[in-house]
C-alpha cells in the first residue's frame, strides 16, 4: 500500500541555518506529493506540493523536489528563522477513488535565535 | 472567514458520554474529510464525502464512529459512547474534490478531544 516515511524529530538548529527533512514514500501509479506545516497553537497550512516527477515545489523559502528513482519528497531551506519553527509533514496524495491523503508522522523543527 | 471551520475548538466529556464535531467547509468545495491526530500517531484518514456520493468510510476505527454531511455541505462527526482512546485532535478538511485531484485540502484548526 501507499506509505510516507519522513525523518524523526526534533530538530533543532539555530537562526539561518541550513534545513533538511528528509520525506519518502512508497506508492504505486504516480501520486502527488504535499508538505504541511502546523504552527504552534493553528491548524495545518499547505506548505508546497508537487505533482509529476522532477516537479520542484516552493514556498516561503522552503523548496522540495519530487523524485520518482529515489522516491523521495526532502524538504528544504536554506536559512532558517524562529518563525519557522512548527511541525512539519510529508503527504502523499492516494489517486484512488477517495483522494485520502496519506501522511508522515511529521517532525517538530525548533529554531532557536 | 473563508476558511474550514470547525467546532467546538475543544470538547471535554465523561467516557461513555456521546459527542458531536461540526465541520463547516469552505463554500463550493465539494469534497471533505475527516482525521484523527492523536499525539505520536500522526494522521489517521477516517472519512471522505465527494458531492452526493456514497462516503468512503474505511478508515472509521469501530461502529461507536459514524458521519454525516447535510445538504453537501457542513458535516458532524459522532462519536458514540466514547472510550478514552479516543482522546485526539479530529480535524477537517475540504477540497474542490474531483474538479482536479491535485487541489490541496484546506484544514481546520480542528477539535481538541479530551475524554476524561
Known amino acids: 500500500g501507499n506509505s510516507v516515511t519522513q525523518m524523526e524529530g526534533p530538530v533543532t538548529l539555530s537562526e539561518e541555518a541550513f534545513l533538511t527533512i528528509n520525506c519518502t514514500y512508497t506508492a504505486t501509479g504516480y501520486p502527488s506529493l504535499f508538505w504541511y506545516v502546523q504552527y504552534p497553537g493553528e491548524g495545518l497550512q499547505l506548505l508546497l506540493k508537487a505533482t509529476k516527477a522532477d516537479d520542484k515545489g516552493s514556498n516561503k523559502g522552503f523548496e522540495a523536489t519530487y523524485r520518482k528513482e529515489t522516491t523521495s519528497f526532502h524538504l528544504e531551506k536554506g536559512s532558517v528563522q524562529v518563525s519557522d519553527s512548527a511541525v512539519y509533514f510529508c503527504a502523499l496524495l492516494n489517486a484512488g477513488n477517495n483522494r485520502k491523503l496519506i501522511w508522515g508522522l511529521g517532525t517538530s523543527l525548533a529554531v532557536n535565535p | 472567514g473563508a476558511g474550514v471551520s470547525q467546532s467546538p475548538s475543544n470538547k471535554v466529556t465523561e467516557k461513555g458520554k456521546d459527542v458531536e464535531l461540526r465541520c463547516d467547509p469552505i463554500?463550493?468545495?465539494?469534497?471533505l474529510y475527516w482525521y484523527r491526530q492523536s499525539l505520536g500517531q500522526g494522521l489517521e484518514f477516517l472519512i471522505y464525502f465527494q458531492g452526493n456520493s456514497a462516503p468512503d468510510k474505511s478508515g472509521l476505527p469501530s461502529d461507536r464512529f459514524s458521519a454525516e454531511r447535510t445538504g453537501g455541505s457542513v458535516s458532524t462527526l459522532t462519536i458514540q459512547r466514547t472510550q478514552q482512546e479516543d482522546s485526539a485532535v479530529y480535524l477537517c478538511a475540504s477540497s474542490f474534490g474531483d474538479r482536479d485531484y491535485n487541489q490541496p485540502q484546506h484544514f481546520g484548526d480542528g477539535t481538541r478531544l479530551s475524554i476524561l
Open positions: 463554500s463550493g468545495h465539494t469534497a
